[in-house]
Each structure stands twice: as C-alpha cells, then as structure tokens.
C-alpha cells in the first residue's frame, strides 16, 4: 500500500511481479474496485512479451502483486486524454495527476 502511494504521488515506475511474469509499469490509480483493491496501471514492459501483449493498460489485482519496488525513473503523469481508461471506483485511493 505504502510503495503503491509513493510512486503515484511522486510519478516513479514500478517494477512488480504479476501472474509470474516481471513488468514496468505507471501506476495511475489505485483503489477499490468492484469490492477489489487493484491498481491501474500502464505497462511499459513485460518479461518474455513483445508487441501489443507487452504494453497497455492493466487493472491489476493487488493481491495477485508480489516482488514490487518504486523504481528511481519518472513518467510524465496523467496519459492524454484519448488513452485515459478511468474506471467507476468504489473508493479511489489516490490518482496520478
């Protein structure tokens, strides 16, 4: 919870562990949703990927998240608006600007 906080606030690339496979990602939003605490997230890369499976938007179940570091590189925050996926939340957390 607090590495996921840091990061959005402070716009730093994760490096995570998700259905075994290594991934760079920005995080975005972070919350409940749909009675699920998960992370949206935009993935820059994915262990053993390429191509359209590697990069892209993922709403990432917290509890499936392990091996997670805050990463010293930034992103530029919020993506335009033509790539924004925000979701209905039952409680947003926080929200990269």
């Known amino acids: 919870d607090e590495q996921l906080r840091f990061a ?3 716009t730093r690339l994760l490096r995570l562990s998700y259905d075994g496979a290594v991934r760079i ?9 749909r009675g699920t605490t998960r992370l949206l997230a935009y993935q820059r890369s994915k262990a053993g990927a390429a191509g359209e499976d590697a990069v892209g938007w993922r709403l990432l179940d917290t509890t ?3 091996d997670c570091s805050v990463l ?3 992103f530029s925050g919020t993506r ?4 924004q ?3 209905v939340w039952d409680a947003l957390y926080v929200r990269v600007r």
């Open 72 to 74: 010293q590189a930034t």
């Open 25 to 33: 990602a920005e995080p975005h939003d972070y919350g409940l949703h």
């Open 80 to 83: 335009n608006r033509g790539q």
């Open 8 to 10: 959005i606030a402070n």
């Open 85 to 87: 996926h925000h979701y």
């Open 64 to 66: 499936k998240i392990s």
